[in-house]
């Protein structure tokens, strides 16, 4: 799995030159690795016992569930739910001090996160070194629409090894990017709350119908859940 993901070309992620290159990148990420532990990888031992130890997080469980089977979804929480009650629920008494700090391991842990975080980084090593040496990529960096915010400091941070000078142009790319729709997005914002003013009826809602939701997405690297019409009141 690991050769698999960290051979995805980087430039594909960066062609279609839509949204956060990112975010595609974390959800191609994500569907491959979904797509494997509920195919072939799932009866593998290896993995069902990294899936048993780690389990899933809530936008992980959704995943597997829309991309596997029923049945293979099934037997992946088969073993889960019993390695849970083996900690959570031992037969033995066991004292609380031993059995809190196993709950409290569990609150937080997803197999695909972890994973994902391991193979992002390679990635973005990948990403930084063909963006100091290949001119080519570096304008279709820069030809990105924007840089979401989480992904812009996970960027920033990649970055850090490469020389003083190429820090500074690297930031200046980058900083551009998520700065410069930042800066429009704000405004956009702001003309979406005008247009509830009685002074701006009839007004031109221009770019700001959508502004809720793109600035969620941009503050968040997700699509948010739930829409409503620029003009529809609160439920």
Excluded at 91 to 117: G, H, Q, W, Y
Excluded at 153 to 166: C, M
Aim: one cysteine or more; glycine letters at 4%.
């Amino acid at each position: 799995m690991r050769e698999d993901l960290c051979s995805i070309p980087i430039h594909d992620v960066f062609l279609p030159k839509d949204g956060c290159p990112f975010c595609r990148m974390r959800d191609m990420l994500e569907d491959r690795m979904a797509t494997y532990i509920t195919g072939a990888a799932m009866m593998e031992p290896d993995v069902r016992e990294e899936t048993n130890r780690l389990g899933f997080c809530e936008e992980h469980f959704n995943q597997i569930l829309a991309r596997g089977s029923r049945l293979s979804v099934a037997l992946i929480l088969e073993s889960l739910l019993a390695e849970i009650r083996s900690e959570a629920f031992p037969k033995k008494a066991a004292p609380l001090k031993k059995v809190l700090p196993t709950l409290a391991r569990r609150k937080d842990s997803c197999f695909i996160c972890e994973n994902l975080e391991k193979n992002t980084a390679h990635l973005l090593e990948t990403m930084v070194d063909l963006w100091q040496k290949d001119p080519e990529f570096r304008t279709l960096y820069q030809e990105q629409e924007y840089i979401c915010f989480p992904h812009y400091l996970q960027v920033l941070e990649a970055a850090k090894g490469l020389p003083k000078k190429s820090v500074s142009l690297f930031y200046e790319d980058t900083t551009a990017l998520a700065g410069k729709y930042l800066a429009a997005l704000n405004e956009d914002v702001t003309h979406f709350c005008r247009m509830f003013d009685y002074r701006s009826t009839g007004s031109d809602w221009g770019n700001s119908k959508d502004a809720i939701e793109r600035s969620i997405r941009f503050l968040t690297s997700r699509e948010p859940q739930d829409r409503q019409k620029a003009d529809e009141k609160n439920r």
